[in-house]
């Protein structure tokens, strides 16, 4: 238990999905695990226990944003031991190849977080992807003819810009594809820790065309999603 999770030992399963909003979590476990159980409810950031193919697998909200996320899977990791982290989620796109709904596998995280940042003095990290990880995610979204791209993004901790063109110029000239909240802090706590993690997002809103997804594009779309990370996390 931890004031942030009221879960005992051993109710999460050894691969965890992360979603940052608590109902997509309820959503993920009501929709895709059989035999889900509530494991957290504390600040309504819910977490499930329950299976996928046979297999058993968690998913754990972690609020919006490297703040909010740094506490849920650094509690999953050093309370609760878990081992395999799949960020779901979705991201702004910056580069015209990604098309709205597209796949983008974060191979590596840029991000102007201070708790990223400030761990590293002059050297910086570059936070990346567990590899074994993203080789699965893309062969399997390949297999299955999900467009998808596997390069970098940028974790922000901004939201609103004044001018968000103008402040990811830079990024965007070396090829980054989207920007989301979390995955620099996932990737850079579960390289601290020695443990897996992987960030996989839907591209639902580019900022570039100011093209969106409807409410139908953006359901079926985080069904592919979901079930491309559930098999990663179980290997199923
Ligand atoms: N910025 C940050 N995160 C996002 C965005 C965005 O524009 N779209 C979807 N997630």
């Known amino acids: ?26 959503w993920i476990a009501e929709t895709f695990l059989a035999d889900a159980r ?33 506490i849920y899977v650094h509690e ?17 796109g910056l580069n015209t190849k990604v098309k709205v709904r597209d796949l983008v596998i974060a191979l590596g995280a840029a991000t102007d977080s201070t708790i990223v940042r400030d761990a590293f003095g002059r050297y910086g990290f570059a936070p ?4 074994d990880l993203l080789a699965d995610a893309v062969a399997r979204a390949r297999e ?4 998808h791209h596997a390069g970098n993004v940028v974790s922000s901790d901004e939201f609103y810009h004044a001018d968000s063109l103008k402040a990811y110029a830079p990024l965007m000239q070396h090829g980054i594809l989207g920007v989301e909240m979390e995955a620099a802090a996932l990737y850079t706590l579960a ?7 992987l960030a996989i997002c839907t591209m639902s809103d580019c900022l570039i065309t100011g093209e969106e997804m409807n409410a139908d594009e953006r359901q079926s779309s985080l069904r592919d999603m ?11």
């Open 1 to 26: 238990m931890t004031p942030h999770n009221h879960a005992q030992a051993g109710d999460y399963a050894e691969a965890v999905l992360l979603p940052g909003d608590p109902l997509r979590a309820k």
């Open 38 to 70: 509530c494991v957290n409810t504390v600040r309504n950031c819910l977490g499930f226990t329950g299976s996928w193919k046979g297999a058993p697998v968690s998913v754990q909200a972690t609020g919006m944003g490297q703040p909010s996320l740094a």
């Open 76 to 92: 999953l990791i050093n309370v609760y031991d878990v081992q395999k982290l799949i960020r779901v989620g979705t991201c702004g």
């Open 128 to 131: 990346t992807a567990d590899f």
């Open 144 to 147: 299955r003819s999900l467009r």
């Open 191 to 197: 390289a601290r820790f020695g443990r897996k993690a």
């Open 226 to 236: 979901v079930e491309l990370a559930l098999d990663v996390a179980t290997g199923a």
